[in-house]
């Protein structure tokens, strides 16, 4: 089909569709322009007949919007522009529908690949899985089948080796036992004579032995040098217990007694609690039975939990094993030794503390004993630690003496002083008579129950009255023996030297009455009197050996701490490599810092005194966090709301020593009241760090160092942070600025004055302000900014303020006693002829602790 032009029509060649093959259905025409219609295999279009649209014989295709739809001139006779317009959308739509099936049929047969690789990947898969089971099959079929066989061979040699001693049929036991042996050596013959068949077939079982044995001695080891000089084969051979070990099961077998091992019964330590492990560890049985044996009691535990005690010694009854019962504080048991024998002991020196009230001359009294000067190096001329001397006096006697502070933060120290001595010395000035602490030490001594004698210091003054001091220590219960008692007393001046030498023979008189003696020869046991951190030598304790010998390299517990004696350093700053009973010394090695007053044992191994200390410091942990906790909602309902109420002013504490850390910590606790009070966040021993700045930084608290200085990364930080940083030498003017501190966190107290009072005359109503008292001040002043009460039959009706103050038409600050004025309360209207003003001020006053 063709045309007068020659070209082929749409659908045969060059039409619609690409070459795709079409139909012509039927021509028609709309004036000179003849159309065609093609129906393809999807779609019916409807186009220009070729040559009949232009000179050119040029087709205009419904989908070229360039051609049809820019130029209305090209468009075919007889169709408008709307039905153009639609025929393309629809052509669009078409394609548009062939591409989405064209993508979907796409997508299907990607899909179906898909399926067609997944189904071959099962397939190969299961031929995969039947070969392997076949495998398994056919090698489990010639296990087994090399089983029978061995079990064959092993029943033919059974009935040849049996065979001899069945026929025989031996009268007693004892016989076939005789046989049996016989029969298992080789080379014997004990059955009949052998055939050429049976003589090729044990032919072949030894070879196969003789291999098995190569291959035995092949993999037994390595080559000794015995073995190599004896020319051996190098097997390893037997030892005579497991020969005899074999005999005997040999034998037991034959008799027909089964061997039944002895159940071994085991004592089981058992703590409070323990892991499930570790108890099926000490008890030598599986942990899964132990497991199961806890199951069946209705706990589902797993081998790392823990169980109590009680629950373990179930189980350990369940087994049959012996329950012994121990504890975590068994681990101090080692540091509680017997006492020493009377032959052991030998004398001591003994220990002298010196106590009284702050400013007595305690320090140089002592300064007058040793021949030394401490006083001047003191920081206000008031002793803040403890110190121990020991002194040789003319006589050749030996004392060691406690120095205590005076003031009365540091009650504890001079506490533990009274506790480590045998003589106190109450020093008493004889011109200031009994004060506070000399009470306070007099109590302390009575409690320690050590003898006591009385140094009536300061006599050489001019006000000096030792009579009075005698006469005020009666009211004490100490009575001295210049008034007939059994205390001791001097009067001594340090100043002159005057009584010392009474004084020294007074305690050495004390001190022989006393017979003190102690074991040097034994495991060291002391005090410490007072520990520090030293910036170039580490913890430091200053320790009074009380019994036996501390010696350099010892092992020893303290406290919570522990550590081992690097040095020992005495009084005079000498080092000595060891230290008796009553020698203070200065001792190096620790891993902390203890705290003063603790007890210093010597142990045996290092070990045993990182679990002592473990313990103590676990045990010490709890008993401040069971301190700390509320037990009862009503508890932390209340600790809440009094932590609400009150104020607190939160300071970090650092100081040079132990002691003194302890009673500036003390006394900072006494400062403040039900409205404020001092919250220590931390305190310790050695200079100030960084850390000790960030946590002041984060609790807005200033850092307090007693005798100690803040490094300078330390410094650094705190001009960052802005943290304040206070350095103190004397305990006085320490408390005295935290009292000033926590009392600006007292509300400020309100008083009222009252300045005046005016009666009410007559009540005008005023347009615009309500009513207005006519009033006559009868006493004092009224003033416009004064608080007031109204009063009426003497019972406050209104307290405010005034609205307004005038005198005549002027509105005035005051109006004096006698005038009469004009008054207007603030949002109160109902005044009336006859109340009375009270007229007040109000002023804040500041407290103080």
């Not at 061979?153 to 049996?180: L, N």
Request: net charge negative; hydrophobic share 40%.
């Amino acid at each position: 089909m063709s045309d007068k032009d020659g070209k082929k029509p749409l659908g045969v060649g060059g039409g619609l569709g690409g070459g795709r093959s079409g139909q012509v259905k039927q021509s028609f025409s709309h004036g000179r322009t003849h159309n065609v219609v093609v129906e393809t295999k999807r779609k019916r279009v409807v186009v220009p007949k070729p040559g009949a649209a232009g000179a050119g014989g040029v087709v205009h295709r419904p989908n070229s919007p360039a051609a049809v739809a820019s130029d209305p001139s090209k468009r075919p006779a007889g169709i408008s522009e709307v039905e153009m317009e639609r025929r393309l959308k629809a052509l669009a739509a078409a394609k548009a529908r062939e591409a989405g099936e064209a993508a979907a049929r796409a997508a299907e047969e990607k899909a179906r690949e898909e399926e067609r690789d997944r189904r071959r990947a099962e397939i190969e898969a299961k031929e995969r899985e039947e070969r392997e089971r076949e495998e398994a099959l056919r090698a489990k079929a010639e296990e087994d089948a090399r089983k029978a066989e061995e079990a064959r061979i092993r029943a033919q040699k059974k009935a040849e080796v049996t065979a001899k001693p069945a026929q025989a049929a031996p009268a007693d036991r004892a016989a076939a036992e005789a046989a049996a042996a016989r029969a298992e050596k080789p080379g014997v013959a004990t059955g009949p004579r052998r055939t050429d068949r049976d003589r090729r077939d044990t032919g072949g079982d030894s070879d196969a032995k003789a291999k098995a044995k190569a291959e035995d001695n092949r993999r037994t080891g390595r080559l000794s040098l015995s073995q190599a000089l004896s020319g051996g084969e190098g097997g390893r051979t037997r030892s005579l217990a497991a020969m005899k070990r074999k005999q005997e099961k040999a034998r037991a077998k034959a008799l027909g007694q089964a061997h039944r091992a002895e159940k071994q019964v085991r004592d089981v330590q058992l703590p409070e609690t323990i892991v499930v492990s570790e108890l099926a560890n000490r008890m030598a049985e599986r942990v899964a039975d132990v497991i199961k044996s806890l199951m069946k009691m209705g706990m589902m535990v797993t081998a790392n939990q823990t169980i109590d005690a009680d629950t373990a010694e179930l189980v350990i009854e369940e087994f049959g094993h012996k329950t012994v019962r121990v504890s975590d504080a068994d681990v101090e048991q080692a540091l509680h030794t017997e006492e020493d024998a009377a032959e052991d002991l030998q004398p001591r020196a003994p220990i002298i503390t010196i106590m009284g009230h702050v400013d007595h001359g305690k320090t140089s009294l002592l300064d007058r004993i040793r021949q030394a000067n401490v006083v001047s190096g003191e920081a206000g001329g008031i002793t803040q630690h403890i110190g121990a001397y020991q002194v040789k006096t003319d006589s050749g006697s030996i004392l060691t003496f406690l120095d205590t502070p005076g003031h009365a933060a540091f009650t504890s120290m001079r506490a533990r002083g009274a506790n480590v001595t045998d003589i106190v010395v109450l020093v008493v000035a004889a011109d200031d008579a009994v004060m506070p602490q000399t009470v306070e030490a007099i109590n302390h001594a009575k409690a320690a129950g050590v003898p006591m004698i009385v140094a009536i210091n300061k006599i050489d003054k001019p006000a000096a009255n030792p009579q009075k001091v005698r006469t005020d220590l009666l009211q004490h219960e100490v009575v001295v023996e210049a008034m007939s008692g059994e205390v001791q007393d001097v009067e001594v001046s340090a100043h002159t030297g005057q009584g010392i030498d009474q004084l020294l023979e007074a305690i050495a008189l004390q001190a022989e009455i006393l017979e003190l003696r102690a074991n040097p020869d034994r495991a060291a046991l002391g005090a410490v009197i007072e520990a520090k951190l030293d910036v170039g030598r580490g913890p430091v304790a200053t320790v009074l050996v009380q019994t036996g010998t501390l010696k350099q390299g010892d092992i020893f517990v303290v406290g919570e701490q522990w550590g081992k004696v690097r040095a020992l350093i005495d009084d005079k700053g000498a080092r000595v490599s060891e230290a008796g009973p009553s020698v203070p010394v200065e001792v190096l090695g620790l891993n902390g810092t203890p705290e003063a007053g603790d007890v210093l044992n010597v142990v045996e191994t290092e070990a045993q005194a990182r679990e002592i200390a473990d313990y103590r410091s676990q045990a010490a942990k709890d008993k401040r966090a069971a301190a700390g906790a509320a037990t009862t909602l009503q508890e932390l309902m209340a600790k809440a709301k009094a932590d609400e109420s009150v104020a607190e002013l939160p300071v970090v504490v650092k100081a040079d020593v132990q002691g003194s850390a302890e009673a500036i910590v003390q006394a900072l606790e006494k400062v403040g009241n039900d409205e404020v009070r001092v919250r220590v966040l931390h305190y310790g021993v050695g200079a100030i760090t960084e850390s000790d700045i960030g946590l002041a930084e984060a609790s807005s608290a200033p850092v307090i160092g007693f005798n100690v200085r803040a490094n300078a990364p330390a410094r650094n930080a705190a001009n960052q942070k802005g943290v304040e940083i206070r350095y103190y030498s004397i305990i006085y003017d320490l408390i005295d600025d935290i009292k000033a501190a926590a009392s600006g966190l007292l509300s400020a107290e309100v008083r009222e004055n009252f300045i005046g009072y005016a009666e009410i005359r007559e009540v005008f109503r005023v347009t615009g302000v309500g009513n207005v008292a006519g009033c006559l001040v009868t006493e004092g002043v009224a003033r416009r900014s004064a608080g007031v009460r109204l009063l009426r039959d003497n019972v406050v009706i209104h307290e405010g303020t005034l609205k307004t103050l005038k005198r005549f038409k002027d509105e005035v600050r005051e109006v004096q006693s006698g005038q009469e004025c004009g008054m207007a309360f603030e949002n109160y209207d109902d005044i009336r002829k006859g109340d009375v003003i009270e007229i007040f001020e109000r002023e804040e006053v500041e407290r103080t602790l």
